[in-house]
């Protein structure tokens, strides 16, 4: 034997996970989970041709078409975080050469367009300061400059703190003939969002944010517009894990990408690859949870706790890093999942976040980009998103602060 593992080495790494502090997660994800999702992560094990898994895959269908508020058919859990759905959009909806307007603000509406690059979209980028979103005006003016097949945006963005103006911006993009790809992973399940009404093409979520389920399985959903554009595409998906028709194949064979035609019975099920069977039961769970209270009360949890989370702020000098926020459900503001908070002058932010984290096992995050140091970044999301979280973290930020002075 080569490699060697002593038993001296196996107590050094024993405690390792078995120690882990239990932390209140209050960044920008993962959130905490809720007792019964974590249940679900040990569950026994089952074959992914069993049939009683195949119901599990069903429901869990079902249940996101509420959370996502589509009929899409078209809707299935990706095997991988948020970022791997993202690319899910991205490969299956640009073909080399495709025309496509990335909408830039922030971190994550960047990261689309790094991954269009890589798929050889010929890209018209709009930038705005991160803090703002995009007009109607914004989004006309790309689509008759560029014409594109494909324009993405980010409606709640997590690195600012923003949610993105929705109304009127489908439609816009249905009469330039253009899909709409939006990246909702901080904020499905935590604030209103309406697949179809808004006429939104590819849509995806993560597990850990809003839903606080288990990161590692990521939410998408394709409108039959999207499907029929991949069905008729020339060139191969250049990504084959996340190619949509052969995960089609494994998860809903009944349906016809080229025509939005559902054959039944349902045809034999194809493998694709493995999937996590415990994060499935996982974020089902947690989907079924959103169900059970009834997702405009999930809303209007998340709402409730911003708010109270704005005036808790400022009764210790606080205040949130944007403007006062548009309430209307579908036009700009602040995102009541994600608020991005002003650090005072002079004030180490890190520190801050320290002393929370030390003393009070409660994780809160930092800037990103060009926000780095100015904000801090806390999330009241999914389990996470009530009253108690809120005045357990004013108060000891109230303390975290006059300490880091
Ligand atoms: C967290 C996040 C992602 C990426 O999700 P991962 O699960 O970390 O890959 C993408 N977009 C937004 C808006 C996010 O907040």
Request: aromatic letters at 10%.
């Amino acid at each position: 034997m080569k490699q060697m593992f002593n038993v001296s080495n196996a107590h050094r790494v024993k405690s390792s996970i078995s120690n882990l502090p239990v932390r209140l997660l209050l960044g920008p994800g993962p959130s905490n989970l809720h007792p019964r999702v974590n249940q679900q992560l040990s569950t026994h094990m089952i074959g992914y041709t069993d049939q009683n898994y195949y119901k599990v895959m069903d429901e869990t269908m079902e249940m996101m078409r509420y959370l996502f508020q589509t009929n899409n058919h078209f809707t299935i859990p990706i095997t991988g975080a948020g970022t791997a759905a993202m690319e899910a959009c991205v490969a299956n909806l640009i073909e080399p050469g495709d025309n496509v307007v990335c909408c830039v603000s922030g971190y994550f509406s960047d990261r689309i367009y790094q991954m269009a690059q890589r798929y050889g979209a010929n890209i018209l980028k709009v930038d705005r300061k991160w803090g703002t979103w995009f007009s109607l005006d914004d989004v006309r003016d790309a689509l008759v400059k560029h014409k594109p097949s494909l324009l993405t945006m980010v409606f709640g963005e997590t690195s600012t703190g923003v949610k993105q103006a929705m109304a009127g911006i489908g439609q816009l993009c249905k009469e330039h003939n253009c899909l709409l790809m939006v990246d909702t992973v901080a904020a499905l399940g935590g604030v209103p969002f309406f697949v179809d009404d808004w006429k939104v093409d590819a849509c995806y979520t993560g597990g850990q944010k809003c839903l606080s389920g288990p990161p590692g399985i990521s939410p998408i959903t394709f409108s039959p517009l999207a499907c029929a554009k991949i069905a008729n595409r020339k060139t191969p998906v250049a990504n084959w894990y996340l190619d949509a028709m052969l995960l089609g194949g494994y998860w809903c064979p009944e349906y016809n990408f080229a025509n939005g035609t559902v054959t039944t019975p349902q045809p034999l099920r194809r493998y694709h690859h493995t999937t996590p069977a415990n994060l499935v039961y996982a974020l089902r769970e947690s989907i079924l949870m959103i169900c059970e209270e009834g997702i405009e009360n999930t809303w209007n949890r998340h709402q409730d706790a911003a708010k109270s989370l704005y005036k808790g702020l400022e009764s210790i000098g606080l205040k949130p890093y944007l403007a006062d926020t548009n309430e209307v459900f579908d036009q700009g503001g602040r995102l009541f999942s994600l608020t991005t908070v002003a650090v005072p002058d002079g004030l180490d932010a890190k520190l801050v976040m320290k002393y929370l984290l030390d003393k009070y096992n409660i994780e809160i995050a930092g800037g990103l980009g060009e926000l780095a140091g100015k904000v801090w970044r806390v999330g009241l999301m999914g389990f996470n998103a009530n009253q108690t979280n809120v005045k357990l973290l004013i108060s000891a930020l109230e303390e975290a602060v006059k300490a880091s002075k």
